[in-house]
């Protein structure tokens, strides 16, 4: 295993470098993106618009988060800023990593085989970042940059948040396909079939 500290955005000679099971921070600017962020983009792309899609998202990192921020003196504050349970976005995060390219997915949960493959064949990883604790990732807030597409309500819209030593994270899918949750099943079904063959 193996510690990186990359800066956003980063390259697809970056991400292939890593390999699952290693912890990575990450400093610069990342972006939060739920079902419905996946859901419009797509569609604008779908219909040859992704320049209304409001942020760059080559080389950049998506969090699968929905934010607590409040405005103070007319800014907005991060209150938490813990990881959403990534499975929800499987049906799509292929195809936003293919439009997109997106090199970085972070959440909690894993992603499986249609998104692995297209880490593989694009050049992106997943990171797992711990759940439970939130304040450690708020902690790695600097500034609230920018938010689009408030319209979908605060926890989906799409924020634009500077970091710092955001972290740790722990590479769970790689570039090479290799997926440490798909592992953990197929080790859980084996297991379970042995238990089932003594009883």
């Known amino acids: 295993m193996a510690e990186y500290r990359l800066r956003t955005p980063v390259t697809e000679e970056q991400v292939r470098k890593l390999k699952v099971g290693d912890v990575v921070y990450l400093d610069g600017i990342i972006i939060t993106g739920r079902d419905q962020v996946h859901r419009r ?3 604008l792309a779908s219909k040859g618009e992704k320049d209304k899609v409001p942020v760059k998202l080559e080389g950049m990192a998506l969090y699968h988060c929905g934010p607590i921020v409040g405005k103070v003196d007319g800014e907005w504050k991060i209150y938490g800023f813990g990881p959403t349970t990534s499975a929800r976005m499987e049906s799509v995060e292929a195809d936003f990593i293919r439009e997109f390219g997106v090199r970085l997915i972070i959440g909690k949960g894993g992603l499986f085989e ?5 880490m593989k064949e694009y050049g992106a990883a997943y990171l797992a970042y711990p759940g439970g604790v939130s304040v450690l990732a708020t902690n ?3 500034r609230v940059v920018d938010v689009h597409w408030l319209d979908l309500g605060v926890p989906e819209a799409m924020w634009v948040v500077e970091v710092e030593n955001f972290g740790p994270t722990m ?5 090479h396909g290799n997926n440490l949750f798909l592992d953990v099943l197929q080790n859980v079904k084996k297991k379970a079939e042995e238990i089932k063959a003594k009883i």
């Open 41 to 43: 983009a797509l569609e």
């Open 171 to 175: 590479v769970a899918i790689d570039s």
């Open 140 to 142: 790695a807030v600097k």
């Open 114 to 118: 249609r998104t692995t493959q297209a």
